[in-house]
């Protein structure tokens, strides 16, 4: 990961600009960056360029509910390519990421809502019964994102369909920021006591680069599954 040195400060690649924009930007953007593998085995083939867009439109679509830098969003979907897209438009937004396991009931979801404080949560509609039964105990908690559902009901739900109807897939963001900017939360299991979040920052990539790179000695063509 390049660091450059400011006047000011030691300033690190943002992490979606590492992970996406960078390799558009060097002539990447057609290869391929995810194979999703559908429960019938079926295969959908993204590319830098598809998640670069995609994950554009979804931070454009955030900043238009008020989303601002070091403010919480978090992820309450499984696993999918949508869940990486946000992941990414979040950190293009400077805000912190938070994703959650789909498996945890209310009281797991509660204690984690309410301890980031977060603002808006990503979901789908067959989990949005949980949030909604917490709700009312979560005043930081506005917007609540489904990605399934073109017009759910609620106060303050909304449809990802209807978010991004008209959000152009061009977003300009700072490709570098200060080092110690925050960039996401990741939550212990809880099985011992309350669970804790450990706040992550975007110079944590560095670390990830050098294991992927040393330890797993990963190479440009491999899949990592």
Known sequence: M???ETSENLSVENIAYACLTKHVQHGAADHEALRWV????STQSFTYGDLEKLSNR???GLKAL?????ETVSLFLPRSPILISTLFAVQKLTAISCTLFNTLGEEGLFDRLSN??????VTRKSLLRKIRAIQPQLPAL???VVVDQDEPEGEKIIGLNKLLADTPDIFD???YVPAETPAFLQNTSGSTGKPKAALHVHDALGDMQQSFRHIMQLQPEDLYW
């Open 2 to 4: 390049n660091k450059s």
């Open 38 to 41: 559908e429960s019938d085995l």
């Open 58 to 60: 979804i931070a454009g």
């Open 66 to 70: 008020g989303i601002q830098p070091g």
């Open 116 to 121: 980031s404080q977060t603002r808006l949560v």
């Open 142 to 144: 506005e917007w609540i």
């Open 173 to 175: 963001y700072p490709h």
